[in-house]
């Protein structure tokens, strides 16, 4: 829920980084914090457990500019990914404006990034989020591994595409970030889908971290226009 | 607005009447401080000493903290639980629900007593959920527009 502050003359605005356990969703934040500015960042917070797995979640705030003489402040919150935390994942998300689903891309994660993503409808379904309507990217991590699937194999299993009912949007919209793939299609059976961005990354370098960030961020202050 | 969660805001003037109202609640009841916290973990407000902590981590952890009560309360058969206290040696906080939508937090120490900070804070918990109330009712009458044609603005910023 975006707080737009005229007094301080500030826009606030929510992303929550999804996704199973140990995929890499702390790793992106931990890795923004360590690359932006003391100036244009908050404190990183951490509620986690002893061996370093999210307990609840990690947060951090950062400032990407000035909109209109508005300061846009996202708070960036990861939530924890281990299956049995999810009244805790489920508090995070209310009040979401943006979503990264952090995807562990080592084949053998590809039933637990299922898990997760299922997981993540439920939930917003519970709050009344529509999901599909909302600034929601994929992130496709750990690309470095060599047990990494490949990404066809990935968008298949975990961003195959959701029905675009409104007649108006039956265009085909590119994908911004990959020359020659769309975003809103038809397919050969007549029927119009629309992907969410996705990005590939290797958060321990931070390759495509801020990839991530900067779409969702836009996305997030494109749906205030 | 078929998105997520819908957005909220307020003016100068709907921060002057918090703040005003906030301002009487600490002479009131003597305490240090407080914080006007929305319920995603956004601060809204500061009022009185200024806090030697990081006012935004202290928002997120707070909204956390209200939001992990109140499924606690579920488990036990509550709605939710309205206020909560932190007892500390020399600091303690008492935080309650305005209207659904903020959380007022008072940090107090010992010039004053927990039974003066909880006897004043109902009029004032009154007072600031008509204020919050009138400014969500606002918000979702407005509706979404406020970036609107700032889109060259937007992608300016992520080049």
Redesign the interface.
Known sequence: ???????SRE??C?IVYYGSGLGGKTTNLEHVYGKVSPDTR??L?S?ATETERTL??D?L?VD??T??GFK?RF?LYTVPGQVYYN??RK??L????GIVFVADSQIERMEANQEAMQNLYDN?AE?G??LT???FVIQYNKRDLPNAAPVRELQTALNPGWEVVDAAKHRVTPDPWHAGENLVEKLSSGEWIERAPYFEAVAVSGEGVFDTL?AV??LV????? | M???????????D???AITHSLQRFLHECNARCCLLV?????L?ATVGEQPKF?P??FA??TA?DF??ND?LARLIGETDFNSLFHQGEKESMYLADVARRVILVVIFDNRTTLGLVRLKMKHTVDELSKLIEQVFQRGAASG????????D???K??Q
């Not at chain 1, 202050?221 to 226009?225: D, E, N, P, T, V």
């Not at chain 2, 998105?3 to 100068?12: I, K, L, P, R």
């Open positions: 829920m975006s707080m737009i502050n005229y007094a826009i606030n929510k908050g404190k917070i509620l609840f979640f947060f705030p990407l500019g909109i209109r846009t708070h009244a805790s508090l995070i209310k009040g979401v404006d917003m709050y989020y529509d309507k909302m600034p900067k961020s836009k202050l494109k749906s205030l226009a | 078929p998105v997520g969660a819908a957005s909220w805001s307020f003016t100068e709907d921060f002057g929305d319920r995603t973990g956004q809204v990081d935004t981590a997120t952890l956390a939001s992990a499924q979404p527009g406020f970036l609107a044609g700032a889109d603005e937007i992608d910023l992520f």
